[in-house]
């Protein structure tokens, strides 16, 4: 489509897009974490943290909301439009709801719960297909979506993500000082497809202990990424207004004027 208008798609983002973004979720679900997510804790807590956190900032880079907004038939971006307008997507997208998300998921790692997820093949192909469409939902709108944002509502965004920041941290930490194996299973399994298990297996508290403390890491690590993409998002939304206010009349921009003091009034 883009070829047929004579316009070019920067190839680094297409890259992106594949060797980044597919190619990070290939090396999460086919490599270790994937292979002993289902004996291990902390390989099963940090492959869900880099499905909802690494893949979805990875795929963002290669702009698919862009390049599909370029691409698509008036009709297809219409509905691209209206998706992006809805309460579902606007209300994941924005980084005043967008890092609770991934608390409230973590915290199940605090009970009971967290043992079946972990052993049932069910649960474990739900967890690889869910999380990271979550993460999308959450990592595109805040990174590409400035259509509809106003720059006073971002600098809300901004704020109460730093202090979401400290919020992230307490599931990893709850996990790292406890001193009870908390998801219900009290002892790792002795075989794997009928062969013993590598000596260098942790015990059950220890192997909590590795996943609070990689869990505790890679969630305020994940934050960073976020109150970038909003100071990014921010300047997108202020260089728009102030394009907008440059492209006023002088008429137009007394009249905004005298609204603006008039309600302040």
Avoid at 231 to 246: G, Y
Wanted: proline share 6%; hydrophobic share 55%.
């Amino acid at each position: 489509m883009l070829a047929h208008r004579r316009e070019r798609w920067p190839a680094w983002r297409a890259w992106c897009f594949y060797l980044l973004g597919l190619g990070s979720y290939a090396w999460i679900q086919f490599g270790f974490l994937g292979t002993w997510s289902h004996d291990l804790r902390w390989a099963f807590t940090t492959r869900i943290a880099l499905l909802i956190f690494l893949v979805p900032m990875m795929v963002a880079l290669g702009m698919p909301i862009t390049l599909m907004r370029r691409t698509f038939r008036p009709g297809a971006r219409a509905a691209l439009e209206a998706a992006l307008r809805s309460w579902p997507v606007r209300l994941m997208g924005n980084a005043i709801f967008a890092p609770l998300v991934p608390l409230v998921g973590f915290l199940f790692f605090l009970t009971p719960l967290a043992g079946p997820l972990r052993l049932d093949p069910g649960w474990a192909a739900a967890i690889t297909l869910l999380v990271p469409f979550i993460g999308l939902l959450i990592t595109l709108p805040i990174t590409e979506d400035t259509e509809h944002r106003s720059s006073t509502f971002i600098i809300y965004e901004f704020l109460l993500a730093i202090v979401e920041l400290l919020l992230d941290s307490i599931p990893g930490i709850l996990l790292r000082l406890n001193g009870n194996v908390l998801d219900g299973v009290a002892a790792a399994t002795h075989t794997v497809a009928g062969a013993a298990l590598p000596h260098w297996f942790p015990n059950p508290l220890h192997d909590q202990h590795l996943s609070g403390d990689f869990l505790w890491f890679l969630a305020e690590v994940a934050d960073l990424p976020v109150i970038i993409a909003l100071f990014t998002r921010w300047s997108r939304v202020d260089r728009r207004d102030a394009k907008q206010v440059d492209e006023l009349s002088d008429e137009e921009y007394e009249a905004a004027v005298r609204a603006h003091l008039g309600q302040r009034g």
